[in-house]
Structure formats: C-alpha cells, structure tokens
C-alpha cells in the first residue's frame, strides 16, 4: 500500500500569524491532532498537539506573560518537516514516524500538498486488518502516577517516560488515564485570571500502628484527577489485535489500558502496532 491509499485529503490548515488558541480549537472541532501551516502555497511547517501540550508546564515563563490567544502559531510550529511522496509505501512511512517520533507526514507532490497521512490513517488501512496477534505479544508495560501528583510532575513524567500515563488509587486500582491530548486540550486559566488552586491531601498513617488521618500535602493549581479521562476503555492481555484495534477506532482513542481480573497488566498503545507495520 502507498500513501496515496491511505492519505486524508484535504487537510486543515493555519497561517503563522494565527493565535495558539484559535489552532487548538480548530483541532477540538474537527478531532484532529495537527494542523498545517501554510503561508498562500508555501507549506512553512506543522503545529501539533505535543507542541502545544509540553508548554501548559506551571514554570514555563511564556505562559506567564502572554496567553495563548496572544502567541501566533509560529514560535510553537515545528519548520523543518518531512515529507513523502504519494508513491510512498506504508512500511517506509510507518518506519519514519517511529524512528523520527512523528505522528503525521505531509505528502507533497510537484511542491503542492496533496494529503497528509497519520498514525490514525494507517490503523484504518487493510495493512493493520492483516495483522493477527494477540494483545499481550506485543503490549508494553504501563507507567502508573498517583491522582493526585500535580501537572508539574505530570508533564515531566509524560515527556520523560511514556506519551501516555496511567493514574491509579491508593490501592493500586485503575482510576484514569493521562494522554498528550488532556494535557494539550486542558481548559487551565492564566495568572491574570486567578488560577484556581486546591488544597491536596492523602490518607495516610501517623505512625505504624496508629489510626489514619489525611495530612496536608502541597497547595497546587492542578492534578492529575484533574487532568485524567475517565472511564478507562480495557481489554484483556488474550484479546485479538483485531479486536483491540476496533475498540481504538470505534472510540477514537490510541490506548488500551491491560486489565486482568482487575489488575493492571500493561498498556497497548497505537504505536506498538505501528511497530509490527514498520518490520
């Protein structure tokens, strides 16, 4: 298959000189996770939602000074692209978006941009409905966070360790999950709007055999309670990759949390089934 086969078209675009904020509702409205830049013709470069996400960071000073009605899209977009051409073939093209940690190629042709094909075009192709495995064959192992961990170490953990983080209880049990796109799509308040912050406190035991009691922890604007999708769609570690592909495309999620007999196993992610396209 090429890219031709599988490429969206048309694609939705933004010049450089529009706001983060008018970009970021352009991907809520019509579900999609990045957008081209162009100037007239000229492809300038791509705006994704990872771009926008990793600067929500409490620290980050730009945020600070300027909120994202007043950032054009041109500091945050990525320049220097990649592209392929419409006869590229889909093994080639998965292949690049892992090794280049990319989620979606431009396909140019004669210099005019004919499509745009993504991680989710790919799911969808004939190739990934030939695939035949089993969830726990290629699941990867989860990186779990407590709810309450503030957006800080959220961001920090999530750039550092795994796109995707599972929250849990204080047991243990499964509570949520933090993707790219609730830290890029969250509805958070600049300083000049007061931001609001919350008291977060964990039950936990004075001493050893001693009664519990909640103790004050930190004051914080967010956590990941806050921030977490709920409920969490599962699927057990002997699911068909089938199966789990259609549960991703029918809720239009890229992760499977790997539960079995209420303990988690392990996550499926799109991208480990990219992997098996790319071999």
Do not use: C
């Not at 599988?6 to 352009?26: E, F, G, K, Q």
């Not at 209880?169 to 949520?176: F, K, P, T, V, Y």
């Not at 009691?213 to 914080?220: A, N, P, S």
């Not at 990941?224 to 999708?229: G, P, R, V, W």
């Amino acid at each position: 298959m090429r890219a031709v086969d599988v490429m969206s078209s048309p694609v939705y675009v933004i010049a450089p000189t529009d706001n983060v904020a008018y970009a970021r509702n352009l991907m809520l409205r019509h579900r999609v996770s990045r957008l081209l830049v162009m100037e007239g013709s000229e492809l300038q470069g791509i705006l994704t939602k990872k771009d926008i996400a990793y600067r929500l960071r409490q620290s980050e000073p730009m945020w600070r000074r300027r909120p994202i009605d007043r950032i054009p899209v041109s500091i945050l977009m990525t320049e220097d692209l990649i592209t392929v051409a419409p006869e590229a073939s889909v093994h080639d093209i998965a292949a690049i978006m892992l090794d280049r940690d990319i989620s979606g190629l431009p396909v140019v042709e004669n210099g005019t941009v004919a499509g745009i094909v993504t991680k989710l075009d790919i799911m969808r192709s004939a190739h990934v409905r030939g695939l035949s495995a089993r969830v726990d064959e290629i699941m990867e192992e989860a990186v779990t966070i407590s709810r309450y961990h503030s957006l800080d170490y959220v961001i920090n953990t999530i750039r550092g360790k795994s796109d995707k983080l599972i929250v849990v209880n204080d047991n243990g049990s499964l509570a949520g999950i933090i993707t790219e796109s609730n830290l890029a799509f969250y509805e958070y308040l600049d300083e000049r709007k007061n931001l609001p912050r919350k008291d977060v406190t964990h039950l936990r035991k004075e001493e050893p055999a001693g009664q519990k009691r909640f103790r004050y922890v930190v004051e914080v604007s967010a956590v990941a309670e806050d921030i977490m999708s709920r409920p969490v769609i599962t699927v057990p570690p002997d699911a068909s990759l089938q199966d789990a592909v259609g549960l991703m495309l029918k809720h239009q999620i890229n992760s499977l949390v790997v539960v079995e007999d209420g303990d988690i196993r392990g996550l499926l992610k799109r991208d480990d089934i990219i992997k098996v396209v790319a071999r």
